[in-house]
């Protein structure tokens, strides 16, 4: 796995060098040239390592119950993973809440594994559990490559936490003042060289909710969704989002529901 | 009379969509309460909002009358240099400008931030890469010239950009201590010094 970053890893750096270098009149270039890099390594994205171990990590035995994850139900039944991420999140009527794959993933360990929420909940990000999670999210968003965003919002708690999340997009706080729509709430803009979606319109939802998870190329790391959100509240300066909370759940119901009939192109592969 | 009932009809409905409107954000309330923790300098309080924050928080900017209330009241936050000094070194301008560092949970202290200006700014000729959130600034100085009122309400927009639109995008720089008033200076003198690259090609 770290013989293969190097390869990416040293195209980047010489992007960058070649983007610093140029003319400011070039600045659309630099990204059009970061977005042909994206094509070429897209063949190769290295989320399908990821995606491996998370297969094996769901057959296999684990926990205090020493089971698999094989009779999890994301939605679509018992084991069904194939387009089950794109549908989600979800109500789930037998623990009566919203879920996305993480906490629903969750769920499936605790009641079949026996292995407990703050298990993940209390992790460091790409360590220990909250490592195989981020596995076993790369091989169930990979079986929904291609899939159309679908996320059934008829259920009231659905309708409430679509409502819930489009607050939170907007809610403004910190000491910078930011919320979600300062970076995402404009169409056409970039912050530096790196291009928003516009997370209020149903084409920027797809560009944004159908593209993560994602493989980070700078630096060689696979980002669950949870891990993105957390990061964009890390940058809005605001306190940090508990991993599975509620306002987690609630803008990701607003931003899959707004980028319903979309394409998922899961896992992403990102600068 | 008939018109009388009609109006106390619409009145009475009123309500109602407002008790439905505040359980949602009753809910919401205690949503944010409860999903957010404390990290480092990066404090739980962060998530409470000021009340123009609050005002700034929906789809649509408020009305203009108390966007102009918010503006007259975030102008009294500015406070000018005591020395009267308003432009500093623009090299050390440019290292603020181009740092967009601090104040979140990864940070150490609270202090020592960059402007992250060109995050969302064009500013020089030679730096390519700038987010365009905010407008081009390049030639800031050479086309607006430096008369001492030019001086004074962009000290004012760095300090407080809300001041002038009560919901900008832009951060209160000196308002909400993200850069000391010596940090301020110098990227003033980024972008009125006429040797700095923001002027000169």
């Not at chain 2, 008369?147 to 950009?161: L, M, P, R």
């Amino acid at each position: 796995m770290k013989e293969r970053k190097k390869g990416p890893l040293l195209a980047v750096g010489m992007l960058v060098v070649t983007a610093l270098g140029a003319s400011p009149a070039w600045a659309d270039k630099a990204t059009d040239e970061i977005a042909k890099y994206r094509e070429m390594i897209a063949d190769g994205n290295p989320s399908e390592l990821v995606a491996a171990q998370g297969e094996d990590l769901w057959k296999k035995k684990r926990g205090p119950k020493n089971a698999s994850l094989e009779q999890c139900d994301l939605g679509l039944g018992p084991g069904v993973i194939k387009g089950a991420y794109a549908q989600m999140p979800r109500y789930f009527k037998d623990t009566g809440k919203v879920q996305d794959l993480e906490t629903r993933l969750m769920t499936c360990m605790q009641s079949l594994q026996g292995i407990e929420p703050k298990e993940v909940i209390n992790a460091q990000w790409l360590k220990g559990e909250r490592e195989t999670m981020a596995a076993l999210v790369a091989y169930v968003v990979t079986e929904s490559n291609g899939a159309k965003i679908k996320v059934d919002l008829r259920h009231p708690e659905m309708k409430k936490m679509y409502d819930l999340g489009k607050m939170a997009f907007y809610y403004r706080s910190g000491p910078m003042d930011f919320s979600c729509t300062t970076c995402h709430g404009d169409t056409g803009k970039r912050i530096r060289l790196q291009d928003l979606p516009d997370l209020r319109k149903q084409e920027g939802a797809a560009a944004g909710w159908g593209s993560w998870p994602a493989y980070r190329v700078s630096n060689g790391q696979f980002w669950t969704m949870q891990h993105r959100l957390n990061d964009c509240y890390r940058q809005q300066r605001t306190a940090e989002p508990i991993y599975g909370s509620d306002v987690t759940i609630a803008l990701s119901v607003y931003l899959a529901g707004t980028a319903n009939g979309g394409t998922m192109l899961t896992p992403g592969l990102k600068r | 009379m008939k018109k009388i009932t009609l109006a106390m009809g619409l009145f009475c409905a009123f309500p109602a969509a407002w008790a439905a409107n505040d359980a949602l954000y009753a809910d919401f309330k205690a949503m944010m309460d409860s999903s957010f923790q404390s990290n480092g300098i990066a404090a739980k309080h962060r998530m409470y909002q000021l009340d123009f924050q609050k005002a700034c928080s929906g789809e649509k900017d408020p009305p203009k009358k108390e966007m102009q209330a918010i503006e007259a009241a975030q102008l009294k936050t500015i406070r000018y240099p005591a020395d009267g000094k308003y432009l500093g070194d623009w090299k050390e301008g440019e290292k603020i400008a181009i740092s967009g560092r601090g104040l979140t949970w990864t940070d150490k202290t609270r202090f020592d931030n960059g402007g992250g200006c060109y995050n969302c700014h064009q500013l020089s000729h030679h730096e390519i890469s700038y987010g365009t959130i905010g407008p081009s600034l390049l030639e800031y100085g050479k086309v607006r010239g430096s008369s001492d009122e030019i001086i004074k309400y962009t000290w004012g927009k760095i300090y407080n950009a809300k001041a002038y639109n009560a919901c900008s995008n832009m951060p209160r720089n000196g308002d909400a201590e993200i850069l000391t008033e010596q940090q301020m200076k110098h990227l003033m003198a980024y972008l009125f010094d006429p040797a700095s690259p923001v002027n000169k090609k």
